[in-house]
């Protein structure tokens, strides 16, 4: 069922990124929308129509920081 289920969030255009996870919830969907009426449609015509989901949770990510990796000297 997961295979299932992570085959079909790679086929929708607005996933950037899936990470599968461990504790509460099983996945994190990275989506890329033009704005949050995009969001919700993105959420109600194509996630929550999946029978295999119980619950989805949104969140509007508002910054970025991403630390620099310095590689082996």
């Known amino acids: 069922m997961i295979e299932a289920f992570q085959a079909f969030l790679e086929g ?3 996933v950037i990124s ?4 461990t504790g509460n919830d099983d ?3 990275h989506v890329a929308v033009r704005d949050t ?3 919700h449609a993105v959420v109600l015509e ?3 129509k999946r029978p295999e989901l119980a619950d989805v949770r ?4 508002c910054g970025h920081l991403r630390k620099k990796v310095i590689g082996p000297a």
Do not use: A, N, W, Y
């Open 12 to 14: 929708i255009p607005e």
């Open 18 to 21: 899936i990470f599968i996870l």
């Open 27 to 29: 996945f994190l969907v």
């Open 37 to 39: 009426d995009h969001l």
């Open 46 to 48: 194509k996630l929550t």
């Open 58 to 61: 949104t969140s509007v990510v």
